[in-house]
């Protein structure tokens, strides 16, 4: 079965940092492309960062971009998002998801965990 | 920037009653993929590459469309298909997200 677990979530002041870690389980981790999306309280869904399955090539939006970094330790099947300079509007929940064919063309996200709260206040 | 716009924003359904949602893209997309997400959950993948349903999904749930329209279609409202759905682009980055449809049960 598989499983995504995040972990590293809490209350931060707005410009400190915070490093998230999700723990994935049931599939082979170091053959899929792995992502981080965020969904603020009662608002939709914003894609956040991916990484390849080497780590070699990392993408992000102009939101996070120069700010967060997205990283992976296959040997541990293990991914992380180090945040950095949080502002208020990065306050929401954090989801781990898995890119469902790292192979195809066009990216869905086929297992998600079930997300860890980041909080940005001062 | 690939913007998706879904509508209706919200909507009401009763049981057994046909049910469309529709997602427009800014700019001609490959595929559309579309996720539940009932209270207090995580989304779900719901339906991939337009047409191809998720693991589990019933099959009274069809996707179709292409270029800027697509459409997900409940063929008979049941119960435990009130969520919100959100459209997906995965063509281009950044990958984008639609505002999401919320589908009550009337």
New interface residues.
Partial sequence: EVQLVESGGGLVQPGRSLKLSCAASGFTFSNYYM?W?RQAPKK????VA?ISTSGSRT????SVKGRFTISRDNAKSSLYLQMNSLKSEDTATY?CARD?DSYA???????????VMVTVSS | ?IVLTQSPTTMAASPGEKVTLTCRASSSV??M?W?QQRSGT????WI??TSKL?SGVPNRFSGSGSGTSYSLTINSMETEDAATY?C?Q??S????????TKLELK
């Fill in positions: 992502a999306v939709g869904l914003e894609w991916t993408y992000y939006p102009d989801y469902r063309q066009d990216v869905s996200f086929d297992y998600w965990g079930q997300g | 920037e490959s595929y993929h996720y995580s989304p779900k993948l991939y590459e998720a959100y997906q995965g063509s980055y950044p990958h984008t997200f639609g505002a999401g």
